[in-house]
Protein backbone atom coordinates (compact mmCIF):
# COMPACT_ATOMS: atom_id res chain seq x y z
CA UNK A 1 0.00 0.00 0.00
CA UNK A 2 1.43 3.44 -0.74
CA UNK A 3 0.75 6.04 1.50
CA UNK A 4 0.68 9.78 0.81
CA UNK A 5 0.63 12.66 2.93
CA UNK A 6 0.33 16.36 2.29
CA UNK A 7 -0.29 19.53 4.90
CA UNK A 8 -2.24 22.98 4.65
CA UNK A 9 -4.40 25.44 6.65
CA UNK A 10 -7.56 24.61 4.32
CA UNK A 11 -8.68 28.07 5.40
CA UNK A 12 -12.08 28.31 3.79
CA UNK A 13 -11.66 25.21 1.87
CA UNK A 14 -11.74 26.11 -1.88
CA UNK A 15 -11.40 24.05 -5.81
CA UNK A 16 -7.86 24.61 -5.06
CA UNK A 17 -8.25 22.65 -1.86
CA UNK A 18 -9.69 19.97 -3.46
CA UNK A 19 -7.74 19.77 -6.70
CA UNK A 20 -4.67 19.39 -4.45
CA UNK A 21 -6.56 16.41 -2.39
CA UNK A 22 -7.72 14.66 -5.30
CA UNK A 23 -4.67 14.59 -7.14
CA UNK A 24 -2.72 13.73 -3.79
CA UNK A 25 -5.27 11.25 -3.41
CA UNK A 26 -4.71 9.85 -6.73
CA UNK A 27 -0.68 9.35 -5.99
CA UNK A 28 -1.42 6.14 -3.48
CA UNK A 29 -3.59 4.30 -1.67
CA UNK A 30 -4.02 6.22 1.41
CA UNK A 31 -3.83 9.72 2.31
CA UNK A 32 -2.70 11.39 5.41
CA UNK A 33 -3.95 14.90 5.56
CA UNK A 34 -2.27 17.26 8.16
CA UNK A 35 -4.12 20.67 9.18
CA UNK A 36 -1.77 22.98 10.32
CA UNK A 37 -3.22 24.58 14.58
CA UNK A 38 -4.08 27.62 15.49
CA UNK A 39 -0.88 28.45 17.30
CA UNK A 40 1.26 26.89 14.63
CA UNK A 41 -0.44 29.15 12.03
CA UNK A 42 0.68 31.84 14.13
CA UNK A 43 4.34 30.84 14.66
CA UNK A 44 4.27 30.56 10.93
CA UNK A 45 2.65 34.80 10.51
CA UNK A 46 -0.48 33.29 9.28
CA UNK A 47 -2.21 35.05 11.50
CA UNK A 48 -5.42 35.72 9.19
CA UNK A 49 -7.17 32.32 9.13
CA UNK A 50 -10.92 32.40 9.41
CA UNK A 51 -12.02 29.36 10.39
CA UNK A 52 -11.36 27.42 13.64
CA UNK A 53 -9.38 24.47 13.81
CA UNK A 54 -12.20 22.20 14.17
CA UNK A 55 -14.10 23.65 11.22
CA UNK A 56 -11.35 23.40 8.68
CA UNK A 57 -10.84 19.70 10.41
CA UNK A 58 -14.37 19.08 9.35
CA UNK A 59 -14.18 20.57 5.73
CA UNK A 60 -11.32 18.11 4.82
CA UNK A 61 -13.26 15.29 5.98
CA UNK A 62 -16.48 16.68 4.24
CA UNK A 63 -14.52 16.24 1.32
CA UNK A 64 -14.12 12.47 1.32
CA UNK A 65 -11.03 12.50 -0.20
CA UNK A 66 -8.58 11.92 3.45
CA UNK A 67 -8.21 8.21 5.19
CA UNK A 68 -7.07 9.69 8.34
CA UNK A 69 -6.72 13.30 9.24
CA UNK A 70 -3.97 15.07 11.96
CA UNK A 71 -2.96 18.27 13.31
CA UNK A 72 0.27 19.65 12.48
CA UNK A 73 1.71 21.57 15.50
CA UNK A 74 5.04 22.20 15.33
CA UNK A 75 8.05 23.05 12.95
CA UNK A 76 9.71 19.74 12.01
CA UNK A 77 6.45 17.71 12.54
CA UNK A 78 6.54 16.61 8.71
CA UNK A 79 9.55 13.99 9.97
CA UNK A 80 7.89 12.65 12.80
CA UNK A 81 4.65 11.79 10.43
CA UNK A 82 6.05 10.53 7.67
CA UNK A 83 8.11 8.27 9.88
CA UNK A 84 5.20 7.39 12.23
CA UNK A 85 3.12 6.72 9.98
CA UNK A 86 5.38 4.88 7.14
CA UNK A 87 4.92 7.17 4.51
CA UNK A 88 5.76 6.92 0.98
CA UNK A 89 4.80 10.45 -0.96
CA UNK A 90 4.70 13.55 0.63
CA UNK A 91 3.49 15.78 -1.52
CA UNK A 92 2.04 19.79 -1.52
CA UNK A 93 1.45 22.69 -3.71
CA UNK A 94 3.78 24.39 -5.97
CA UNK A 95 3.67 27.48 -4.17
CA UNK A 96 6.22 25.33 -1.63
CA UNK A 97 8.59 24.05 -4.78
CA UNK A 98 12.07 23.27 -3.71
CA UNK A 99 11.03 24.14 0.18
CA UNK A 100 10.32 20.66 0.91
CA UNK A 101 13.38 18.83 -1.10
CA UNK A 102 15.07 18.03 2.47
CA UNK A 103 12.20 15.27 3.42
CA UNK A 104 13.50 13.23 0.12
CA UNK A 105 15.97 11.07 3.12
CA UNK A 106 12.55 10.41 4.39
CA UNK A 107 10.32 9.24 1.20
CA UNK A 108 9.68 10.55 -2.36
CA UNK A 109 8.24 14.27 -2.34
CA UNK A 110 5.95 15.53 -5.30
CA UNK A 111 5.21 18.83 -5.94
CA UNK A 112 1.60 19.32 -7.35
CA UNK A 113 0.95 22.27 -9.78
CA UNK A 114 -1.35 24.91 -8.17
CA UNK A 115 -4.70 25.28 -8.88
CA UNK A 116 -4.53 29.22 -10.63
CA UNK A 117 -6.87 32.34 -9.24
CA UNK A 118 -8.11 31.18 -6.00
CA UNK A 119 -6.74 31.21 -2.45
CA UNK A 120 -7.55 31.68 0.87
CA UNK A 121 -5.93 35.21 1.32
CA UNK A 122 -8.08 36.25 -1.66
CA UNK A 123 -11.33 35.00 -0.44
CA UNK A 124 -10.78 36.35 2.78
CA UNK A 125 -9.65 39.69 1.18
CA UNK A 126 -12.99 39.85 -1.26
CA UNK A 127 -15.00 39.91 1.59
CA UNK A 128 -15.89 43.44 2.65
CA UNK A 129 -12.92 45.53 3.58
CA UNK A 130 -13.03 47.83 7.15
CA UNK A 131 -11.33 51.13 6.03
CA UNK A 132 -9.29 52.63 8.92
CA UNK A 133 -8.59 56.30 9.57
CA UNK A 134 -5.13 56.81 11.69
CA UNK A 135 -4.47 60.05 13.68
CA UNK A 136 -1.63 61.26 15.72
CA UNK A 137 1.91 60.64 16.82
CA UNK A 138 3.39 59.47 13.90
CA UNK A 139 5.49 57.06 15.78
CA UNK A 140 2.44 54.71 16.20
CA UNK A 141 0.71 55.72 13.07
CA UNK A 142 3.27 55.06 11.31
CA UNK A 143 3.54 51.73 13.13
CA UNK A 144 -0.29 51.14 12.68
CA UNK A 145 -0.31 51.83 9.13
CA UNK A 146 2.55 49.42 8.31
CA UNK A 147 1.12 46.60 10.29
CA UNK A 148 -2.69 46.88 9.01
CA UNK A 149 -0.57 45.37 5.58
CA UNK A 150 -1.02 42.01 7.54
CA UNK A 151 -4.05 41.94 8.31
CA UNK A 152 -6.96 40.37 5.27
CA UNK A 153 -10.38 42.83 5.48
CA UNK A 154 -8.43 46.16 6.66
CA UNK A 155 -7.39 48.98 4.30
CA UNK A 156 -5.61 52.55 5.36
CA UNK A 157 -7.76 54.54 4.18
CA UNK A 158 -6.25 57.75 5.24
CA UNK A 159 -3.82 59.18 7.77
CA UNK A 160 -3.48 62.21 9.35
CA UNK A 161 -0.39 63.29 11.86
CA UNK A 162 -1.65 65.84 13.19
CA UNK A 163 -2.79 65.49 16.76
CA UNK A 164 -4.98 68.57 17.65
CA UNK A 165 -7.45 68.53 14.81
CA UNK A 166 -10.72 69.99 15.74
CA UNK A 167 -14.40 68.69 15.39
CA UNK A 168 -15.10 69.62 11.69
CA UNK A 169 -11.26 69.06 10.23
CA UNK A 170 -11.53 65.50 12.51
CA UNK A 171 -15.54 64.76 10.61
CA UNK A 172 -14.01 65.54 7.31
CA UNK A 173 -11.13 63.30 8.03
CA UNK A 174 -13.53 60.68 8.96
CA UNK A 175 -15.66 61.08 5.69
CA UNK A 176 -14.03 58.01 4.04
CA UNK A 177 -13.46 55.62 7.15
CA UNK A 178 -15.56 52.90 8.73
CA UNK A 179 -13.65 52.72 11.81
CA UNK A 180 -10.34 54.73 13.25
CA UNK A 181 -7.42 54.72 15.26
CA UNK A 182 -6.57 57.49 17.19
CA UNK A 183 -3.45 58.35 18.86
CA UNK A 184 -3.29 61.99 19.12
CA UNK A 185 -2.24 63.68 22.61
CA UNK A 186 -4.15 62.22 25.04
CA UNK A 187 -5.34 65.52 26.51
CA UNK A 188 -7.67 65.28 23.11
CA UNK A 189 -8.64 61.76 23.14
CA UNK A 190 -11.70 62.50 24.44
CA UNK A 191 -12.94 64.96 21.60
CA UNK A 192 -11.35 62.98 19.43
CA UNK A 193 -13.04 59.92 20.81
CA UNK A 194 -16.69 61.71 21.12
CA UNK A 195 -16.52 62.89 17.55
CA UNK A 196 -15.96 59.34 15.76
CA UNK A 197 -18.59 57.75 17.50
CA UNK A 198 -20.91 60.29 16.76
CA UNK A 199 -19.50 59.86 13.59
CA UNK A 200 -20.57 56.57 13.34
CA UNK A 201 -16.79 55.49 13.33
CA UNK A 202 -15.73 52.57 15.75
CA UNK A 203 -12.79 53.37 17.46
CA UNK A 204 -9.28 52.38 18.99
CA UNK A 205 -8.01 54.75 21.20
CA UNK A 206 -4.37 54.75 22.51
CA UNK A 207 -4.48 54.55 26.56
CA UNK A 208 -5.62 56.21 28.60
CA UNK A 209 -8.97 56.78 26.06
CA UNK A 210 -9.99 59.90 28.33
CA UNK A 211 -8.51 62.00 31.41
CA UNK A 212 -11.40 61.44 33.60
CA UNK A 213 -13.61 57.87 34.45
CA UNK A 214 -16.71 60.30 33.79
CA UNK A 215 -15.70 60.59 30.41
CA UNK A 216 -14.58 57.67 29.58
CA UNK A 217 -17.84 56.18 31.05
CA UNK A 218 -19.83 58.87 28.14
CA UNK A 219 -17.66 57.52 25.61
CA UNK A 220 -18.45 53.97 26.35
CA UNK A 221 -22.27 55.36 26.24
CA UNK A 222 -22.15 56.96 22.90
CA UNK A 223 -20.50 53.63 21.37
CA UNK A 224 -23.41 51.53 23.45
CA UNK A 225 -25.89 54.00 21.60
CA UNK A 226 -24.50 54.33 18.22
CA UNK A 227 -23.36 50.28 18.01
CA UNK A 228 -19.73 51.17 17.51
CA UNK A 229 -17.01 49.07 18.60
CA UNK A 230 -14.67 52.01 21.49
CA UNK A 231 -11.98 49.33 22.05
CA UNK A 232 -8.43 50.64 23.81
CA UNK A 233 -5.50 50.25 22.09
CA UNK A 234 -2.42 48.70 24.61
CA UNK A 235 -0.85 46.43 22.15
CA UNK A 236 0.99 44.29 25.21
CA UNK A 237 -2.38 43.06 25.65
CA UNK A 238 -2.66 41.16 22.53
CA UNK A 239 0.68 39.18 22.47
CA UNK A 240 0.51 35.81 22.86
CA UNK A 241 3.53 35.35 25.51
CA UNK A 242 1.26 37.80 27.88
CA UNK A 243 -1.74 36.13 26.86
CA UNK A 244 -0.15 32.33 28.06
CA UNK A 245 1.65 34.27 31.03
CA UNK A 246 -1.97 35.18 32.48
CA UNK A 247 -3.35 31.84 32.03
CA UNK A 248 -0.44 30.20 33.39
CA UNK A 249 -0.51 32.53 36.60
CA UNK A 250 -4.52 32.29 36.48
CA UNK A 251 -3.89 28.29 36.02
CA UNK A 252 -1.66 28.20 40.14
CA UNK A 253 1.84 27.63 38.39
CA UNK A 254 3.13 30.11 40.48
CA UNK A 255 0.56 30.11 44.03
CA UNK A 256 -1.06 32.79 44.89
CA UNK A 257 0.10 35.49 43.38
CA UNK A 258 1.03 38.33 46.43
CA UNK A 259 3.22 40.86 44.11
CA UNK A 260 3.60 42.21 40.68
CA UNK A 261 6.15 45.01 39.83
CA UNK A 262 6.08 46.81 36.30
CA UNK A 263 8.61 48.70 34.92
CA UNK A 264 8.57 50.63 31.79
CA UNK A 265 10.82 53.56 30.73
CA UNK A 266 12.70 55.43 28.35
CA UNK A 267 14.80 58.97 28.11
CA UNK A 268 13.11 60.92 25.36
CA UNK A 269 12.04 64.72 25.36
CA UNK A 270 9.17 65.74 26.44
CA UNK A 271 7.18 69.01 26.12
CA UNK A 272 3.57 69.93 25.43
CA UNK A 273 3.67 68.67 22.33
CA UNK A 274 5.13 64.84 23.11
CA UNK A 275 3.06 62.47 25.63
CA UNK A 276 4.39 62.94 29.20
CA UNK A 277 5.32 59.88 31.36
CA UNK A 278 2.28 58.82 32.98
CA UNK A 279 0.05 58.72 29.69
CA UNK A 280 2.78 57.01 27.33
CA UNK A 281 3.86 54.28 30.03
CA UNK A 282 1.25 54.21 32.94
CA UNK A 283 -1.56 52.04 31.42
CA UNK A 284 1.31 49.68 29.96
CA UNK A 285 2.78 48.81 33.30
CA UNK A 286 -0.60 49.01 35.08
CA UNK A 287 -1.93 46.97 32.31
CA UNK A 288 -0.44 43.26 34.16
CA UNK A 289 -1.42 44.78 37.42
CA UNK A 290 -5.39 45.09 37.02
CA UNK A 291 -4.98 41.59 34.94
CA UNK A 292 -3.23 39.51 37.59
CA UNK A 293 -5.17 41.64 40.66
CA UNK A 294 -7.98 43.12 39.31
CA UNK A 295 -8.81 46.52 39.86
CA UNK A 296 -10.48 46.75 43.12
CA UNK A 297 -7.43 48.03 45.03
CA UNK A 298 -7.84 49.51 48.55
CA UNK A 299 -5.47 52.35 48.14
CA UNK A 300 -2.44 53.66 46.26
CA UNK A 301 0.04 56.14 46.41
CA UNK A 302 1.37 58.15 43.59
CA UNK A 303 5.06 59.27 44.15
CA UNK A 304 6.25 62.02 41.15
CA UNK A 305 8.94 64.15 40.26
CA UNK A 306 7.96 66.55 38.29
CA UNK A 307 10.66 69.32 36.29
CA UNK A 308 11.52 72.41 36.29
CA UNK A 309 8.80 72.60 33.52
CA UNK A 310 6.63 70.67 34.42
CA UNK A 311 7.39 67.62 32.84
CA UNK A 312 6.61 63.90 34.71
CA UNK A 313 10.11 62.72 34.82
CA UNK A 314 9.38 59.58 36.77
CA UNK A 315 6.17 58.42 38.85
CA UNK A 316 6.26 55.61 41.18
CA UNK A 317 2.98 53.62 42.32
CA UNK A 318 2.25 51.70 44.83
CA UNK A 319 -1.40 49.80 44.48
CA UNK A 320 -2.72 47.55 47.80
CA UNK A 321 -5.03 45.06 47.32
CA UNK A 322 -6.65 43.08 50.62
CA UNK A 323 -3.79 40.34 49.75
CA UNK A 324 -1.22 41.49 47.69
CA UNK A 325 0.39 44.56 46.61
CA UNK A 326 2.01 45.99 43.62
CA UNK A 327 4.15 48.55 41.74
CA UNK A 328 4.76 50.27 38.55
CA UNK A 329 7.76 52.87 37.74
CA UNK A 330 6.88 54.56 34.40
CA UNK A 331 9.41 57.69 33.39
CA UNK A 332 10.52 59.21 30.17
CA UNK A 333 12.93 61.03 32.23
CA UNK A 334 14.70 57.82 34.16
CA UNK A 335 15.85 54.83 32.97
CA UNK A 336 15.51 51.31 34.44
CA UNK A 337 15.58 47.65 33.44
CA UNK A 338 11.91 47.26 31.74
CA UNK A 339 11.12 43.80 33.50
CA UNK A 340 7.99 42.46 34.76
CA UNK A 341 8.15 40.04 38.44
CA UNK A 342 5.39 38.58 39.27
CA UNK A 343 5.58 37.07 43.11
CA UNK A 344 3.55 33.85 44.45
CA UNK A 345 3.24 31.41 46.78
CA UNK A 346 5.15 28.60 44.89
CA UNK A 347 7.67 30.70 42.18
CA UNK A 348 7.63 33.48 40.20
CA UNK A 349 6.73 34.70 36.99
CA UNK A 350 10.02 37.05 35.39
CA UNK A 351 9.81 39.02 31.63
CA UNK A 352 13.16 40.30 31.01
CA UNK A 353 12.85 44.28 29.39
CA UNK A 354 11.51 44.79 27.50
CA UNK A 355 8.27 43.20 28.79
CA UNK A 356 5.87 44.79 27.06
CA UNK A 357 6.97 43.69 23.74
CA UNK A 358 8.32 40.54 24.89
CA UNK A 359 8.05 37.16 22.74
CA UNK A 360 9.87 35.25 25.66
CA UNK A 361 9.12 34.09 29.69
CA UNK A 362 10.76 32.11 32.84
CA UNK A 363 8.80 30.68 35.55
CA UNK A 364 11.19 30.50 38.01
CA UNK A 365 11.11 28.10 41.22
CA UNK A 366 13.24 27.69 44.91
CA UNK A 367 14.67 24.57 42.44
CA UNK A 368 16.45 25.90 39.84
CA UNK A 369 16.21 22.53 37.84
CA UNK A 370 12.15 22.98 38.25
CA UNK A 371 12.39 26.42 36.15
CA UNK A 372 10.70 26.15 32.75
CA UNK A 373 11.14 29.00 29.68
CA UNK A 374 8.14 29.71 27.41
CA UNK A 375 8.39 31.26 24.15
CA UNK A 376 5.95 32.67 21.72
CA UNK A 377 6.29 33.89 18.13
CA UNK A 378 5.75 37.66 18.11
CA UNK A 379 5.25 39.64 14.87
CA UNK A 380 4.56 43.31 14.58
CA UNK A 381 5.46 43.97 18.14
CA UNK A 382 1.60 42.64 18.97
CA UNK A 383 -0.17 45.80 17.10
CA UNK A 384 -0.81 43.17 14.10
CA UNK A 385 -2.88 40.89 15.95
CA UNK A 386 -4.97 44.07 17.91
CA UNK A 387 -5.61 45.14 14.29
CA UNK A 388 -6.98 41.89 13.91
CA UNK A 389 -8.57 41.93 17.32
CA UNK A 390 -10.05 45.07 16.45
CA UNK A 391 -11.29 43.99 13.01
CA UNK A 392 -12.90 41.01 14.48
CA UNK A 393 -14.61 42.64 16.78
CA UNK A 394 -16.45 44.72 14.41
CA UNK A 395 -17.44 42.00 12.25
CA UNK A 396 -18.79 39.61 15.21
CA UNK A 397 -20.30 42.92 17.50
CA UNK A 398 -19.01 41.40 20.31
CA UNK A 399 -16.64 42.82 23.31
CA UNK A 400 -13.04 41.91 23.32
CA UNK A 401 -11.69 39.92 25.82
CA UNK A 402 -8.40 41.03 25.92
CA UNK A 403 -8.82 44.20 26.75
CA UNK A 404 -11.24 44.45 29.57
CA UNK A 405 -13.14 47.34 29.94
CA UNK A 406 -12.69 47.24 33.83
CA UNK A 407 -8.77 48.26 33.49
CA UNK A 408 -9.42 50.82 30.86
CA UNK A 409 -11.70 52.89 33.17
CA UNK A 410 -9.05 51.93 35.93
CA UNK A 411 -6.51 53.28 33.72
CA UNK A 412 -8.83 56.49 33.54
CA UNK A 413 -8.66 56.87 37.16
CA UNK A 414 -5.57 56.65 38.16
CA UNK A 415 -4.68 59.33 35.27
CA UNK A 416 -7.79 61.07 36.95
CA UNK A 417 -6.06 61.05 40.44
CA UNK A 418 -2.92 62.01 39.01
CA UNK A 419 -4.22 65.45 37.36
CA UNK A 420 -5.94 65.90 39.88
CA UNK A 421 -2.36 66.15 41.99
CA UNK A 422 -3.40 63.24 44.38
CA UNK A 423 -0.17 62.26 44.75
CA UNK A 424 3.02 62.59 46.78
CA UNK A 425 6.12 65.23 44.58
CA UNK A 426 9.08 63.56 45.18
N1 LIG B 1 -3.24 24.92 -3.00
C1 LIG B 1 -3.36 24.71 -4.38
N2 LIG B 1 -3.96 25.64 -5.16
C2 LIG B 1 -4.47 26.77 -4.62
C3 LIG B 1 -4.36 27.01 -3.22
C4 LIG B 1 -3.73 26.04 -2.44
O1 LIG B 1 -2.91 23.68 -4.89
N3 LIG B 1 -5.03 27.67 -5.41
C5 LIG B 1 -2.56 23.93 -2.17
C6 LIG B 1 -1.33 24.49 -1.48
O2 LIG B 1 -0.22 24.50 -2.34
C7 LIG B 1 -1.17 23.51 -0.33
C8 LIG B 1 -2.62 23.16 0.03
O3 LIG B 1 -3.41 23.52 -1.11
O4 LIG B 1 -0.51 22.35 -0.76
C9 LIG B 1 -3.10 23.90 1.26
O5 LIG B 1 -2.88 25.27 1.04
P1 LIG B 1 -3.26 26.45 2.03
O6 LIG B 1 -2.03 27.19 2.39
O7 LIG B 1 -4.12 25.94 3.10
O8 LIG B 1 -4.18 27.34 1.02
P2 LIG B 1 -4.00 28.76 0.41
O9 LIG B 1 -5.23 29.06 -0.39
O10 LIG B 1 -2.68 28.86 -0.31
O11 LIG B 1 -3.99 29.66 1.72
P3 LIG B 1 -3.41 31.13 2.00
O12 LIG B 1 -3.96 32.03 0.94
O13 LIG B 1 -3.88 31.44 3.38
O14 LIG B 1 -1.89 31.00 1.93
Redesign the pocket.
Known sequence: MIKVI?Y????LL?R??I??LERARALGDYLVVGVTSDDYDKTRG?INVRQSLMERIEAVRATGLADEIIIEEYEGQKIDDIRRYEIDIFT??S??FGQFDYLNDYCKVIY?E??EG????DIRAEQRKIRLGCVGAALLVDKFAHESKYVNGLEISDVSLRNDMDKQELERFLSASDAVYIASLPKYHYEHVKTALQADKHVLCESPMALSVAQYKELLEIAADRNCILMDSCKTAFSTAYARLLLLIKAGKIGDVFAVDATCTSIREMNEDTWNSICEWGPTAMLPVFDILGTAYLNKTIYTHFDEDGNDLFTKIDFCYPHAVASIKVGKGVKSEGELIVSGTKGYVYVPAPWWKTDYFEVRYENPADNKRYYYQLEGEGIRYELLAFKKTIENQKKNFCMAERNSEAFCKVIEDFYADKLIKI
Open positions: TGTFDHGHRLKVGDWLRTVSSS
